[in-house]
């Protein structure tokens, strides 16, 4: 049955949806194999899958995992900001979204503004990072809660079925 809006203008329809659930489980699957699961043409998997990395409905690429490419720690750390200016926020989330042990880095709502994920290699390395960052920017940070990550369980999957 065709669709009766463009590609670019609609919402996710059930096929998108299938799409997607595919791709979460394998991000390799062939347009292939996935038209055949959908049940439409490669060209039209083809279009779609690229209408939706267009409109930023997913990002193509890949999970790794740190312990095993060297970097067993994994802190979520915690921020909270002092009263700062939206252009001293910004430079702070610039600062961090650059350095090379920050993984993940989301503005987050209630007690604290940021969770901040961090990798290093050894206890020395995470407290050297974490002490720097907090000695950087001790006029921006009011408080710190930092966790070990001891074990990831599920990392974001979305049932859309």
Request: proline letters at 2%; glycine letters at 2%; charged letters at 35%.
């Amino acid at each position: 049955m065709p669709v009766k809006t463009k590609l670019e203008s609609r919402i996710l329809d059930d096929k998108d949806k299938k799409i997607l659930m595919i791709l979460q489980k394998n991000g390799r699957e062939s347009l292939t194999n996935i038209a055949k699961k959908v049940k439409l043409s490669i060209d039209s998997v083809h279009k779609r899958m690229k209408e939706m990395e267009r409109k930023e409905i997913y990002y193509a690429g890949i999970f790794i995992e740190p312990r095993k490419i060297g970097f067993p720690l994994i802190a979520d750390v915690k921020i909270k900001l002092r009263n700062i200016t939206e252009l001293e926020k910004n430079q702070f989330i610039k600062n961090l979204t650059n350095h090379p042990r920050v993984i993940d880095l989301l503005s987050i709502m209630g007690e604290y503004d940021l969770t901040c994920v961090i990798i290093a290699k050894d206890t020395n390395e995470l407290e050297e990072i974490s002490t720097k960052i907090r000695q950087t920017y001790s006029n921006m940070i009011a408080d710190w809660k930092a966790m070990l990550i001891l074990k990831t369980h599920k990392f974001e999957y979305y049932d859309l079925e």
